[in-house]
């Protein structure tokens, strides 16, 4: 079964967060991006934290053989809250808060996801629970609080981020650089485009929205390969990620994704 559930738990790797994200903001929801991807990046701080100063260990630190190799290479960093628990929690669910429906699947998503971390021996169940928990309390945050963009203003608290970044040390866990880079990048983001609403235009957008996105995330992780430890490049690196969803591919594919004058609203949640 091992092949099944490693099937399931990749479904919290970074790049299906960064493929879902694109894709909803370019999409369906472009404020409701910003808005999830704001609180998705104080999530991800927030385990980051959690994780390296409780530094507590994992069902297999003490019997390697309790986990298989593939198992345990989905595992970085200490044991508590999980991490794969947390952020899927956060994404899923803070779609479904954000759009006011589709909580069931999102839910359902999200617990196959968590089981699976018990299922590989990789956490404990207090690990799971704590980051599904963590998860939920942000996805409602991301209802409940509009971060919203206001004019130049907005880029004060990036510029902040990435300065503070060039005083960490190199030792800083590279999960760090991660989530303070996609903070400034959401904050910095003002994404005033209509998403197309025709299929022809979608099948465009998602495609080249994506090969764009992925291009730019392979292309400087290849150029900044020896940099990668310093905790400012990760954080320059996602903040660019962001910058180029929100604001590069809808320049590019100005024909399918409009100007508008101002944000879109967030939508009406029942």
Do not use: C
Not at 96 to 115: H, K, M, T
Not at 136 to 162: E, K
Not at 165 to 191: I, K, Q, V, W, Y
Not at 202 to 207: D, E, N, P, Q, S
Request: no cysteine.
């Amino acid at each position: 079964m091992d092949s099944l559930w490693l099937l399931i738990t990749n479904l919290g790797r970074d790049e299906v967060f960064i493929t879902v994200l694109a894709l909803y903001t370019l999409l369906i929801n472009p404020q409701g991006g910003r808005q999830v991807g704001v609180v998705f990046a104080l999530s991800y701080l927030t385990n980051t934290a959690l994780k390296y100063s409780l530094d507590l260990p994992r069902p297999f630190t003490a019997d390697p053989a309790l986990a298989s190799a593939a198992a345990r290479a989905t595992a970085g960093g200490p044991g508590l809250p999980s991490g794969h628990a947390q952020m899927s929690a956060t994404l899923w669910l803070g779609l479904a808060a954000v759009q006011g429906r589709g909580w069931w699947p999102a839910a359902a998503l999200v617990a196959l996801i968590a089981f699976s971390r018990l299922a590989l021996h990789v956490h404990y169940p207090s690990d799971v629970l704590s980051g599904l928990l963590l998860g939920l309390a942000f996805a409602l945050l991301a209802a409940r609080v509009p971060f919203t963009p206001a004019g130049l203003s907005r880029w004060w608290p990036s510029l902040l981020i990435v300065l503070v970044s060039l005083f960490l040390p190199d030792s800083t866990a590279r999960e760090l650089g991660t989530g303070l880079g996609l903070l400034a990048g959401f904050l910095a983001a003002r994404p005033i485009f209509a998403p197309p609403r025709d299929l022809s235009g979608r099948l465009v957008v998602g495609a080249l929205g994506l090969l764009v996105t992925f291009a730019v995330y392979f292309a400087l992780s290849a150029l900044l390969h020896d940099l990668s430890s310093l905790p400012a490049v990760r954080v320059l690196r996602y903040a660019l990620l962001v910058l180029v969803v929100t604001e590069g591919v809808p320049a590019l594919l100005r024909r399918w994704l409009p100007h508008t004058p101002q944000p879109a609203p967030l939508p009406a949640r029942a």
